[in-house]
């Protein structure tokens, strides 16, 4: 009986530590990601995005505050290394009052969605604040 209680006790020790191991992983990540759609989904034409966000601030363009930004779509394009402005065209799309929610109109075939984190001067924080998914627009 005491042997068992013995393993019971280091059971439950391992399983607190891993239990505090994984809410730490989940603590510590940054960076964004697509809430809707999922990579991989088949959409209708016009459909909705939800962009998220751990470790910054979602604020509206105008100042470079510390740890904020907008977020940045970018239609079939990729990431903006960190530093470089996010041009305002037709494939980038800038959600500079605080969005993050959206409704995309695309043509079908397969595209590339870049969620892209940038300062309020439109500049990015990079590749580790950037997502890129995959959908099929039918």
């Known amino acids: 009986m005491r042997v068992s209680s013995m393993v019971l006790t280091l059971l439950l020790v391992g399983l607190a530590f891993v239990g505090t191991a994984i809410a730490h992983?989940?603590?510590?990540?940054?960076?964004?990601?697509?809430?809707?759609?999922?990579?991989?989904?088949?959409?209708?034409?016009e459909f909705k995005v939800v962009m998220n966000i751990e470790g910054m601030k979602v604020e509206k363009a105008?100042?470079?505050?510390?740890d904020s930004g907008h977020h940045h779509l970018i239609v079939d394009g990729d990431c903006i290394e960190k530093g470089g402005a996010v041009p305002k065209d037709e494939l980038h799309r800038h959600f500079g009052?605080?969005?993050?929610?959206?409704?995309?109109?695309?043509?079908?075939?397969?595209?590339?969605?870049?969620?892209?984190?940038?300062?309020?001067?439109?500049?990015?924080y990079g590749r580790d604040w950037c997502q890129t998914i995959h959908v099929t627009v039918e």
């Open 62 to 66: 105008g100042d470079a505050l510390p």
């Open 25 to 45: 992983e989940k603590a510590s990540h940054k960076g964004v990601s697509f809430g809707e759609p999922q990579d991989g989904a088949v959409v209708q034409s």
């Open 97 to 124: 009052k605080g969005q993050e929610e959206a409704t995309l109109l695309l043509a079908p075939g397969k595209h590339s969605l870049t969620l892209q984190f940038a300062n309020g001067l439109h500049k990015s």
